[in-house]
């Protein structure tokens, strides 16, 4: 039996029994007067002292009026006491809670950076594979931000895009080629055109990159950027009329991906998701402008023109026209992250 599990049926112990309602409020407040103990603890007894005595000058005198003067002037020294004391209890709360935050924040910091770098960590065992991939994935990175940034100026996807959405999209899109791991180095490095085998072969990378981040994902209780990741790393290859890969089968709760034909289908239009559907665009420019193994670049107006022609076949129009309303800054990239 687990350990928590013979500790919820056991019987309480007094460390349990320990933790009370009356024990919590008492912590509670414990904490709230920490940052000024005894100047809150002064006002909180001078309210409770006021409100006593006051209760007992009614009780005695039958009405307010009847009050003496000296009696006014207690509660006249004593209002501003209670007032300091709240004034300190408040710049305490704010200063705790601004320390809660900053906490907060470099936590949220830390993360990034380990998200970051685990990106940087796969993304180095795929170029350790394949040497034209390494910078490759840093430009995709970079292009995919600034794509899904221009995307988010416009009306259809302003809620969407956002700059949390921006961030996560920068980071999982240098792993959508994480599964060439899983390709043999006769395919990847191989200096020609593949055959229609070797071919089919290669498609297997979008599957192997897949399953790779989502059982990276399954280990973890909350959403996280490897969702997006592994959305990419599925559908980078797929084509908004529908006739990319991998095919998707569902079957019930289960969804499976094949390559093959007559198993299952490719995803169309907006069924493929909206950061796979960046990604492509971005891939296929910075592979038409770079050299690789098996072609020669071409230059950045002709990439742009080959964009543009496929707009509604192969990419989706919106993205499209967010790329060619960014695409200086695509030819900005390129450059900066040369091969």
């Not at 998200?115 to 490759?136: E, P």
């Not at 290859?237 to 034909?261: A, C, E, I």
Request: aromatic share 8%; hydrophobic share 40%; net charge positive.
């Amino acid at each position: 039996m687990p350990e928590n599990a013979r500790a919820a049926n056991s019987t309480p112990s007094a460390d349990v029994r320990r933790d009370s309602a009356p024990s919590r409020l008492l912590e509670r407040a414990r904490i709230l007067c920490q940052d000024h103990f005894f100047a809150t603890g002064a006002a909180a007894w001078a309210v409770v002292f006021a409100v006593n005595r006051l209760a007992v000058l009614v009780m005695d005198r039958g009405r307010v009026g009847d009050f003496h003067r000296e009696e006014w002037v207690f509660f006249a020294m004593l209002l501003p006491i209670c007032l300091a004391g709240a004034a300190l209890l408040s710049g305490g709360l704010k200063r705790r809670e601004l320390r809660a935050r900053l906490r907060l924040e470099s936590a949220q910091k830390r993360n990034d950076q380990f998200r970051r770098a685990s990106t940087i960590g796969f993304a180095r065992v795929t170029a350790a594979r394949d040497a034209s991939t390494a910078l490759h994935l840093r430009r995709i990175g970079r292009m995919a931000e600034t794509i899904a940034r221009a995307l988010s100026h416009s009306q259809k996807y302003r809620s969407y895009v956002t700059e949390q959405y921006i961030a996560d999209l920068s980071i999982a899109a240098a792993l959508h080629d994480v599964g060439r791991v899983g390709i043999t180095d006769d395919i990847l490095r191989k200096t020609g055109s593949l055959t229609a085998s070797e071919f089919e072969s290669m498609k297997m990378h979008v599957i192997v990159g897949g399953d790779l981040i989502a059982e990276l994902q399954r280990s973890l209780p909350f959403r996280s950027y490897y969702e997006l990741a592994r959305e990419i790393a599925y559908h980078h290859h797929q084509r908004w009329d529908g006739t990319g890969y991998p095919n998707v089968l569902q079957n019930g709760n289960k969804t499976s991906f094949f390559v093959q034909n007559g198993v299952g289908a490719p995803l169309a239009g907006e069924k493929i998701p909206l950061s796979a559907r960046i990604v492509a665009v971005a891939d296929v420019y910075d592979a038409l402008v770079s050299k690789r193994p098996y072609k020669d670049p071409i230059p950045h107006e002709e990439a742009v023109r080959t964009i543009l022609a496929e707009r509604g076949t192969h990419f989706d129009p919106d993205v499209v026209d967010a790329f060619d309303s960014v695409k200086e800054e695509m030819r900005r990239i390129v450059r900066e992250i040369a091969n």
